[in-house]
């Protein structure tokens, strides 16, 4: 059975940039945006989540709000298991696909045939689902014609058709998503709505961050806000 | 525990960074004329370069010399570029690390499997000058030699985990490592033979580069093998190995929070 269980977590960031830690104007924007910052041994450190405790089963559809800096980015990346907590202890059962950031791992120097490639090669696919994942990504984000092109050659919105394409190819079991639901024109936005609402259909657990009321309220069938690390609320519909 | 388990997990997961690696040299050499095959046209200009000055300074035979050269040269660029990439291997897969749960031997595995491609390239000037120099090439000898290439692969493993994490945490390591190499390149016999060390031959001992530099060389092109150099070598794998799984166990979870 799919879950993520979090038991009194903590995150707990070092801040190691010295001349930058020591700067009072650098301590105040940090403060601003969010996250505690504290001193022990002459050292800082911002506290981005604190002492967590949640227990996120299947059919969970969490909505994840909170103002910039208040920890959703690192509870989501906490989730997909790029970060380990500092204090406490995390369970995470299933496939997690993990939709932080569109652009990772693409490169300009690269056509998006390569990039395709390398993608695949990251999935630990084979060449016959690497041929398969190819025709799909380039039959959907519509850059057939582009397949032999660099990347750096591209504009915005066609890298981001190409990354939206290959991030929403594997169907996971957790599927945890930052603030992004649709890409590009209006008619791309259309069709990539339709493929990642698909997605979310299909996933058991549903992690996804966003500030719009309209989203959460679409996708998700609980919500978590976060401030200045601590989780504040849980309402459920 | 949690070394071996990771360590299984990226055997397991080869194609991710033999992938990873494929296009780090694609994208190096992409538009260029040659494409990889520069990599061999540079060593071989190296090679002919520095061979034909110092055969003359040593007084040695240039065809020999030569051969010497270009073996030595491929040897120490593996061990090299390794090392001191592999300082910079998680810092460069910041981006990657920090959206996406990755085991991060994949990484280290990443840069060794890049440099052997590369040496694969180096190596090809001296399969092309002994074909023509060498004499008689014994068969065993080449077999040793080729296993310990392999055992080299194998040692640059907990070297470059423990070069990866140290770094990571602690920036001014790669400035360190990289004057070390500097310096180690002088004091192995790469240029000179090791005869001319005279009582000095303890500097042999003390440098685990230079011992694989013998012990891979020197069944080739003197038909010789020595059994204290393999024995030094497995005595420095086992303490690098121990303090990888040390460090690698302990900080695996911190590093995340050093980038």
Known sequence: ?????????????????????????????????????YKENNKNYIRALDDITLEIKEGDRFAI??????????FLKLAAGCIEPSHGHITRVGKISS?????????????????????????????????????????????????NIQISRFSTGMSLRLAFAMSTYIEPEILIIDEIISVGDLNFQKKSKK??????????????????????????????????????LISLD | MIFFYDLLDVCKSWKVWSTIAKFDIIKKYKRSFLGPWWITATMGILILGIGALYS??????????????????????????SILESCQALIEAKNILHNEKQNILI????????????????????VFLGFFILDQLSIIGVLVSISALFFLLIFLLPVCILCSIINTRFRDFYMIISNIMQLLFFLSPILFKKELLFTLDWLIYINPLALFILIINEPILVNQ?????????????????CFAILIFSRYKNKIIYWL
């Open chain 1, 1 to 37: 059975m799919n879950k993520i269980e979090l038991n009194k977590v903590s995150v707990i960031y070092p801040v190691y940039n010295n001349s930058k830690a020591r700067s009072l104007k650098h301590a105040l924007s940090l403060k601003l945006i969010g996250g505690k910052i």
């Open chain 1, 65 to 74: 709000s909170g103002d910039n800096g208040a920890g959703k980015s690192t």
């Open chain 1, 99 to 147: 939709l932080l950031n569109l652009s990772m791992g693409l490169d300009g120097e690269l056509t998006a045939l390569e990039n395709i490639e390398l993608r695949g090669g990251m999935y630990n696919f084979s060449k016959k689902e690497i041929s398969r994942f190819s025709d799909d990504v380039l039959n959907f984000s519509e850059l057939e014609n582009f397949a």
């Open chain 1, 195 to 232: 493929r990642i609402e698909n997605l979310m259909n299909k996933t058991s657990i549903l992690l996804l961050a966003s500030h719009s009321k309209e989203i959460q309220e679409n996708y998700c069938n609980k919500k978590i806000q976060f401030n200045m690390g601590k989780l504040e």
């Open chain 2, 56 to 81: 003359q300074l040593f007084k040695l035979d240039t065809k020999n010399y030569l051969l010497y050269l270009a073996i030595n040269f491929s040897i120490w660029t593996l061990m090299r570029d």
């Open chain 2, 107 to 126: 990484f280290i595995f990443r840069i060794i499997y890049k440099n052997l491609i590369i040496f694969l390239h180096n190596i090809i000037i001296f």
């Open chain 2, 225 to 241: 093998f020595h059994f204290s150099y393999l024995i030094y070598l497995i005595i420095y794998f086992i303490i690098f190995t």
